[in-house]
């Protein structure tokens, strides 16, 4: 997929949809880095501090342009999806990770998506990267707990 899309021509080549409230005519940002999406980060295999590693039941998919549902959130029931150009991005899941946070790893030669109908789309530039949930510290303060979305 072309690294320079607009909401709109994202949601038009996936038949995906994303909720009113967004500016479907911003383009959507690519980076190589870091990058949050509601209750998922996307980090850089190269920068993840703890071992992610495939196990006995991990899964290849190569990613469509309809997509890949990576996690649907608990609140709302809103779908994180991966897109890309078919032939250009795989997803392996589920992998082991010593946090117990990875949803999986991608693996992307050309721009991929991460889509979602609340809160848009972002841009992972090629590369590797690990998919996790992300966590915040709960209302007693002392121990964390995943993001609801």
């Not at 509601?38 to 991990?58: A, H, K, Q, R, Y």
């Not at 841009?123 to 002392?142: C, M, N, S, T």
Request: negative net charge; aromatic residues 4%; proline residues 7%.
């Amino acid at each position: 997929m072309q690294s320079e899309l607009t909401l709109s021509e994202l949601t038009n080549l996936t038949g995906l949809d994303v909720l009113e409230h967004l500016d479907r005519e911003v383009t959507i940002p690519v980076s190589g880095g870091m990058q949050a999406q509601g209750d998922l980060i996307v980090i850089p295999l190269e920068i993840v501090p703890n071992p992610v590693g495939l196990s006995p039941w991990t899964r290849t998919v190569t990613v469509p342009s309809s997509g890949v549902e990576l996690l649907r959130s608990t609140v709302g029931g809103n779908p994180h999806s991966l897109v890309a150009d078919e032939g250009t991005c795989t997803w392996r899941a589920p992998v082991w990770d010593a946090m117990g946070l990875a949803l999986g790893v991608v693996e992307n030669t050309a721009t991929a998506y991460l889509l979602h109908p609340e809160h848009g789309a972002m841009g992972l530039a090629p590369g590797f990267y690990v998919i996790r949930r992300q966590r915040e510290l709960g209302v007693d303060k002392h121990r964390s707990v995943l993001v609801a979305d």
